[in-house]
């Protein structure tokens, strides 16, 4: 093998590895509030409960109930429900982010993150943030709301 055709292979796998990569992340910014707004209701529901398993099932029925009602509603192809929960969804998101990101630091599971109020070009960066946002959101929801399945969900025709 020589050399030249040595780099060649090593930057194929380098660079796979680095799309692969790259497109996880993207995927997990994307899917950001399908993925994790469940959990936290789950995580946030269970802190309240006593004893061995009544967390576990209060964290899974909430996790169950918060994917149940986000995904009747992202199914929507009306824009009168469509519209207003993906901004929503968007806001709480971008503005989640930026919550996050501005804090000092903590323990994200058992203890929220201080709140403060963003200054006026935080408002305006978490605008921006939430309607380049939600566009590519409704973007990449708009193959789902036109399957089979998701016709039956459908709440206003």
């Known amino acids: 093998m020589r050399p030249h055709e040595a780099g060649e292979a090593a930057g194929k796998v ?21 993925l994790w707004a469940p959990l936290w209701a789950g995580l946030r529901t269970a802190r309240f409960f006593p004893g061995a398993w009544q967390p576990w ?10 994917a149940f009602v986000q995904t009747v509603l992202l199914v929507q192809r009306s824009p009168i429900l ?9 806001l709480i998101w971008i503005g ?3 919550l996050e990101f ?4 903590h323990d994200w599971v058992t203890t929220a993150p201080t709140l403060h109020m963003p200054s006026p ?9 939430t309607v380049i946002y939600a566009g590519i959101y409704l973007l990449a929801l708009a193959p789902i709301g036109k399957s089979r399945w998701a016709k039956r969900w459908q709440l206003i025709k």
Do not use: D, K
């Open 14 to 34: 380098i660079g796979g590895g680095l799309g692969v990569l790259i497109g996880a992340v993207l995927v997990i910014l994307m899917l950001g509030p399908i």
């Open 57 to 66: 099932l209060a964290g899974l029925v909430a996790c169950a109930a918060a």
């Open 82 to 90: 469509r519209y207003p929960i993906v901004a929503l969804f968007a």
């Open 96 to 98: 989640g982010l930026w």
């Open 102 to 105: 501005t804090s000092p630091r």
């Open 121 to 129: 070009w935080s408002w305006a960066l978490i605008a921006v943030g």
